[in-house]
């Protein structure tokens, strides 16, 4: 019988987590608004707006916040008035060299010339950029390995 008793509490649903306010966590966290914002990569006056309910965060900056304060977003106060209907903004994927070749083909030639010289250039400066990100990546891979491994940095040219 106490066996049956047992069986039945686990197959039960799980407790919900407490639902607390922001302004709580942040200070059970012993954090400022100011604190929480740096460590969360937003304005304090978005932490301040959302503990006085005088904005609603996106999910994004919910997720952020809630990743700091080391909690689900449902367990916030502030956080759940946001729907689960709610959907983020779609977005774009980043147009390649290739995709506005494409779209210049079909530019016809009446177009000004400027346009695609613009467009040119434009790709011209992607590029230069893309090349530049990488290498900026190859030089923090670098410090990287240097910081963990012990290593010593390449001498510059």
């Known amino acids: 019988m106490a066996k049956l008793a047992e069986g039945a509490g686990k197959s039960g649903p799980a407790p919900n987590p407490p639902v607390r306010p922001l302004r709580e966590?942040?200070?059970e966290g012993l954090?400022?608004?100011r604190g929480l914002a740096l460590a969360?990569?937003?304005?304090?006056?978005t932490i301040a707006l959302i503990e006085a309910g005088r904005t609603v965060p996106r999910r994004r900056v919910i997720r952020q916040i809630a990743a700091v304060l080391g909690v689900d977003p449902s367990e916030v106060t502030e956080f759940r008035q946001v729907g689960e209907s709610e959907a983020e903004p779609p977005v774009?994927?980043?147009?390649?060299?290739?995709d506005v070749l494409r779209r210049l083909e079909g530019v016809p030639p009446e177009r000004p010339k400027a346009l695609r010289e613009?467009?040119?250039?434009?790709?011209?400066?992607?590029?230069?950029?893309e090349?530049?990100?990488?290498?900026?990546q190859r030089q923090m891979a670098q410090v990287r390995?240097?910081?963990e491994g012990g290593h010593q940095a390449p001498r510059r040219r």
């Open 40 to 45: 969360a990569g937003v304005a304090p006056s």
């Open 131 to 136: 090349r530049l990100l990488e290498r900026m």
């Open 31 to 33: 954090l400022s608004i």
């Open 118 to 129: 613009a467009l040119a250039s434009t790709l011209e400066l992607v590029a230069d950029g």
């Open 25 to 27: 966590l942040r200070a």
């Open 145 to 147: 390995m240097t910081l």
């Open 92 to 98: 774009a994927p980043p147009l390649t060299p290739a």
